[in-house]
């Protein structure tokens, strides 16, 4: 699996344009890269997955450039509901591997 | 939208105790998969299990720990004998194919060994 890198934490203000960027240099061929959400005391949430270029949902854009070394979520005009941390993921998407590993994830704060 | 259902929401027993967790996954999926969360530490992946036996398991998932499919649509984690350090929250997932596919988690069981 490939290892990723994101920070620790960020804070923004209620309407603006979050970006978090995670690194995955050593991403391999086959690898898709997958964003999940975590509110306070709930389960993670699957937000958005991509392998390339970019990825729109009613969540989440995702930007993945062509090295695909690093991608960024972006979310467009957060809320106080947004506060939560998020997670980067690399691996197959197609394997049947059968173990999803979470990191630190980047704790987000929105304030008002 | 279909979920992931976990009971019970919250759990205390006394060290030493023997709990189960249940969880229903969503009907059509093939994969289930444990993890917990310490209060303030990360996820972290306990089991997983596909084709009624256990995939992969991370260290954690020592000889006190089991899992059980038992009637086709449950799934369950037992800890055989609680220590206070199996204080968290546990949570079932599951999901259609393999780890890159979209894994569906329910709201968590806390646990608390007193």
């Known amino acids: 699996l490939a290892k990723t890198t994101q920070p620790i934490s960020m804070d923004s203000y209620e309407g603006q344009e979050v970006n978090i960027t995670c690194s995955h240099n050593?991403?391999?061929?086959?690898?898709?890269i997958t964003w999940y959400q975590q509110f306070p005391s709930q389960g993670p949430r699957f937000i958005i997955q991509g392998y390339k270029t970019k990825v729109t949902n009613e969540v989440a854009s995702l930007f993945i450039p062509a090295d695909r070394k690093s991608s960024t979520l972006s979310l467009p005009r957060v809320s106080l509901s947004d506060t939560a941390v998020y997670y980067c993921?690399?691996?197959?998407?197609?394997?049947?591997?059968?173990?999803?590993?979470f990191g630190s994830g980047t704790r987000l704060s929105i304030r008002p | 939208e279909p979920e992931v259902t976990q009971t019970p929401s919250h759990q205390v027993t006394q060290m030493g105790q023997e709990v189960i967790l249940r969880c229903v996954p969503i009907s059509n999926h093939l994969y289930f998969y444990w993890y917990r969360q310490i209060l303030g530490q990360k996820v972290e992946f306990l089991v997983s299990f596909y084709n009624n036996e256990i995939s992969e398991k991370s260290e954690i998932f020592d000889d006190q720990f089991s899992v059980e499919r038992p009637d086709g649509s449950n799934f369950t984690l037992k800890i055989r004998s609680t220590k206070l350090e199996d204080s968290a929250m546990y949570f079932c997932?599951?999901?259609?194919?393999?780890?890159?596919?979209?894994?569906?988690f329910g709201q968590g069981t806390r646990l608390t060994v007193v």
């Open positions: 997932a599951s999901s259609e194919a393999g780890s890159g596919r979209e894994a569906f």
């Open positions: 993921l690399v691996g197959e998407r197609d394997s049947s591997a059968s173990k999803i590993i």
């Open positions: 050593n991403i391999a061929t086959n690898d898709y």
